[in-house]
């Protein structure tokens, strides 16, 4: 209780946000485009089912973080304004693509 507590005052706004989830398997994300509420906090969650890492790189959203292979990371988003935020994994630019939707 005392460690939920902890983080709720450290990170006041990740307490609040939405759950979203994104797999990447066969060098891809799935979904590859993923529709969030405009003007909401997120909490992305990313799993890598593949063996190798991938690289979750988006210069519009401002983050980049590395998913070893078969684990999973979180990354917080937003709240965004209304639009296209592209993003890759950066290992394997050719084929794993996709983008958030703020709506």
Known sequence: MKRLLLTALLMPWAAHADDYM???KDHQFQPAELPIPAGT???LTVENQ??????FDSFSLNREKVITGH???TIYIGPL???RYPFTGEFHATTAQGAI???
């Open 71 to 73: 684990s999973t990371a």
């Open 81 to 83: 304004t209304p639009g």
């Open 50 to 55: 593949d063996a190798t890492p991938e690289e």
């Open 41 to 43: 906090k997120i909490k």
């Open 101 to 103: 939707i703020a709506q």
């Open 22 to 24: 994104l797999t990447i």
